[in-house]
Nanobody, 127 residues
Framework: QVQLVESGGGSVQAGGSLRLSCAAS????????MGWFRQAPGKEREGVAT???????VYADSVKDRFYISQDNAKRIVYLQMNNLKPEDTAIYYC?????????????????????WGQGTQVTVSS
């Protein structure tokens, strides 16, 4: 059973930066996909960025060139570096994972595709 623990959320002013971390445990397969979803109040969950065991990265258009996803394979930690944050980035950010599969070529896939979810961490960006 894969478990995901997020950290690094918080409050920041527009233009600032935050880094989210997601520590994964319980993987039994070498192929995997990990990433981040977010959900703003009154909105549906949306995919933000993904990275897989072949280090292929995919970003949502809304965060491209501002966010950067990376991983520490040895520690099984995935990071989301968020720069030039905007008020519309305010949301709960969820770490997600799926085993035995590489990431799809788009972040626009149903949240149900991912079997494993973290508890979520709040990111608040003030103007």
């Amino acid at each position: 059973q894969v478990q995901l623990v997020e950290s690094g959320g918080g409050s920041v002013q527009a233009g600032g930066s935050l880094r989210l971390s997601c520590a994964a445990s319980g993987y039994t397969h070498s192929r995997y996909c990990m990433g981040w979803f977010r959900q703003a109040p009154g909105k549906e969950r949306e995919g933000v960025a993904t990275i897989d065991s072949e280090t292929r990265r995919v970003y949502a258009d809304s965060v491209k060139d501002r966010f950067y996803i990376s991983q520490d394979n040895a520690k099984r930690i995935v990071y989301l570096q968020m720069n030039n944050l905007k008020p519309e980035d305010t949301a709960i950010y969820y770490c997600v994972a799926e085993e035995e599969s590489l990431c799809p070529p788009s972040t626009r896939i149903p949240p149900a595709w991912y079997n494993y979810w973290g508890q979520g961490t709040q990111v608040t960006v003030s103007s």
